[in-house]
């Protein structure tokens, strides 16, 4: 054999195995022992003529599990969570058990109203004897009027009262954060406080963004009150997370927060830590300064999920989004995401059991 055909075969074998599950962990040498005990299980609600997103789980005091999650009309395609998305409650026997679609429970309000246009990130919370959901609502179908808002209920079907004002505004411009506040985070501290992790990044940056894959640099913010209702003041350490220096652009999105064992722990969804299809874990002692990102869960060919090939229309087909944990007993027993596909070929839950 030639030399240059030889190199050319090595060249060709290495692309082959770069993408086999079993070498990637030998390149990345970063799994997490978070993504060991996952094992999916499917998705579990698809509606049709519809879009579901951002699944978010809470064990009732029925023992029932209900989910809060977007939705959209099919006719919007991928991008009408932007101008068109409400957020619903399914609730199911069982994690792995179907949810049925039981309501709408914040849809966009109209002219005059900061989420006139779309309500959406909703992410459960069981705070003070209530029912929060902080969620992301926009009032011109854009970008740059992303805000964090945080409606309450007594009960996990309602009735659910929202705020008249955003939870926590864009900083000012020029600010690294300037652009939005979104993809809410929330834990209550052991020391009484409340704090809120958020997206965001700068508008100067996005507008000038080269990038071909993704526009400017999304980077996590904390703000903290001493009230649930707020108000809340941002870390002057801001932004939390920051991988702006790394090259590929890297950043992050989708953050879910939760403390074990006095530790701070965040899942997210890779935008270029390691690619665009997988999970992050990062852990923290204080919630300020995080340890380097491991993997925390893969694509859905890494765990051999037979699917039909996409349609043109979906761009981020087999990879996992939004991850969000269901509790029960105090610990974490499901992963809760969102994944492009399924029956209607738009999108819908997909649930992971932490064994």
Partial sequence: MKRRDFIQNIGLASSALALLPEFAFAVDGKESDFAKHLKPV?????????????????????????????????????????????????????????????????????????DATTCHNPSIKF?????????????????????????????????????????????????????????????????????LFYKSWNTAEYENSKDPVVKGNRKYGLAIADK??????????????????????????????????GRFKMLARDMGIFNHEYG?????????????????????????????PPPSYLKKYGRFERPQLLFQNGKPTYLFTASQGGKYMTSSSFVFKIV
């Fill in 127 to 195: 705070v003070n004897g209530k029912y929060c959901l902080f969620y992301m609502g926009n009032s011109n179908g854009k970008t740059n009027t992303k805000r964090i808002g945080l409606a309450t209920a007594p009960t996990p079907e309602g009735p659910w009262t929202r705020p008249d004002a955003p939870l926590l505004e864009a900083g000012p411009t020029g600010a690294w954060d300037d652009h939005c506040t979104t993809n809410p985070a929330f834990i209550k501290h052991p020391n009484g406080q409340y704090w």
């Fill in 42 to 114: 499917g998705r579990r609600l698809e509606m049709e003529g519809y879009y579901v997103w951002c699944n978010s789980p809470i064990e009732g005091p029925d023992g029932r599990i209900h989910m809060y999650f977007s939705r959209w009309t099919d006719k919007k395609k991928m991008g009408g969570w932007i101008n068109g998305s409400e957020i619903c409650h399914a609730v199911a026997d069982s994690p792995e058990a179907e949810f049925k679609f039981t309501d709408v429970i914040l849809a966009p309000r109209g002219p005059g109203f900061w």
């Fill in 280 to 308: 992050l874990l990062m852990e923290s002692k204080n919630g300020k300064k995080w340890n380097e990102p491991q993997v925390a869960y893969y694509d859905a060919n890494h765990y051999k999920i037979v699917q039909p």
């Fill in 228 to 261: 649930l209702e707020g108000p809340y003041v941002k870390f002057e350490g801001n932004p939390v997370v920051d991988f702006s220096l790394r090259p590929n652009n890297a950043q992050l999105e989708d953050a879910f927060v939760w403390l074990d064992k």
